[in-house]
């Protein structure tokens, strides 16, 4: 049978390459230090994120407290002001009362001074007349003779059956 051929012809015996291999490792040199650069930025950007993040917090935790302040101010200002509204409101409804009192009050007084006014001259000849009646009582009572006399009306007055005898 026949014998294999012979293995084809490689590459010559392994062999270190003494200035070839530098441009790679400075490569790979240069890429560790730009990783670390890199990381060092990220180190530092992140602390400055994590320091800007709780002055954040910080500045929010602080006007919410400033907000709600504020908020418990306006409440008890608008508590306020509803109070004096509600005050005021009472005060005008009792005036308003009064005014509307002192209002029919004055109309039952001047209904009263029309009628006084419109019958005074009635009631002027009225008065007159029960003066003179009580006069005349008196003089009777006193000893007057009277009969029973009756005089014309006199001065406007309706007749007075009764007068004295002089």
Known sequence: EAAPPPPPETFGAYTK????????????????????KEMQEADVVEKNAQADYEQLMADASNKRADDSKLLTEKTTNKANTEAAL????????????????????????????????????????????????????????????????????SEGRSGNFMARRR
């Open 17 to 36: 390459k003494s200035g070839e291999s530098t441009g790679v490792l400075a490569m790979i040199d240069l890429l560790v230090k730009d990783l670390d």
């Open 86 to 153: 509600e005050e005021g409101k009472d005060t005008k409804r009792d005036t308003t009362k009064s005014l509307m009192d002192t209002v029919e009050y004055l109309q039952s007084v001047h209904s009263e001074c029309d009628w006084l006014l419109k019958n005074y001259g009635g009631r002027k000849d009225a008065r007159a007349g029960e003066s003179d009646a009580l006069s005349n009582a008196k003089a009777v009572l006193s000893g007057a003779d009277y009969s029973f006399l009756q005089l014309r009306a």
